[in-house]
């Protein structure tokens, strides 16, 4: 499973990009705000979390900039009906916080009249994310140094679940710095 990729764009359009790690072109679907925010980033080096998606006849990978986003991708993949594409479709109209926070409340009014997105699957989005949301906050942490994305790595290796991470990174105290050191601070607080 891929779940973290850096590298340079090759080639972005609204719904992809293609981002060359080593020589090797990944196309990695991507919302349409992600498109705005590195539009103007070819040849630079992004670094993306990954959802690697695999069914029988299909492998794809949908990248974000921050572990929450992931996380609400996969949320909203276990509504029934909602499938990658309508998933990527809601990112690309609201922000995540907004998401959270809309469905949260209850108030859903913002994600009206995205392509593949009824009153049925947005009433079911509600009822079954309502309370599954209480775990994440509104806070956002993206890949600003390569020591987050190593933390990642070492505890989803672990077995750690990126939610968890995610929390985890937000309460790290701001005198503990370095990979090593995150990581045992985490390991040491935590219950798995």
């Not at 409340?105 to 009249?113: A, D, E, L, P, Y």
């Not at 995205?114 to 079911?124: D, H, Q, S």
Request: net charge positive.
């Amino acid at each position: 499973m891929i779940a973290y990729l850096k590298g340079k764009i090759q080639h972005i359009e609204d719904k992809f990009l293609i981002l060359n790690v080593a020589d090797v072109g990944y196309q990695v679907f991507i919302t349409t705000l992600t498109a705005k925010q590195f539009a103007k980033s070819l040849h630079q080096t992004i670094e993306l979390h990954i959802y690697h998606y695999i069914r029988e006849n299909t492998m794809t990978l949908y990248g974000f900039v921050s572990l929450m986003d992931v996380e609400i991708f996969k949320t909203l993949l276990g509504v029934t009906g909602v499938g990658p594409k309508i998933a990527l479709n809601i990112l690309s109209t609201i922000e995540t916080p907004q998401l959270i926070q809309s469905i949260k409340n209850g108030t859903v009014k913002s994600i009206v009249g995205i392509p593949g997105v009824g009153p049925k699957i947005l009433e079911r989005i509600v009822i079954d994310l309502k309370n599954k949301l209480n775990n994440f906050s509104s806070n956002t942490v993206t890949i600003e140094e390569n020591v987050h994305a190593d933390v990642v790595t070492a505890l989803t290796s672990l077995g750690y679940k990126p939610g968890f991470i995610l929390t985890a990174l937000n309460n790290i105290p701001k005198d503990i710095s370095g990979t090593a050191n995150i990581v045992k601070y985490i390991l040491k607080t935590s219950t798995k």
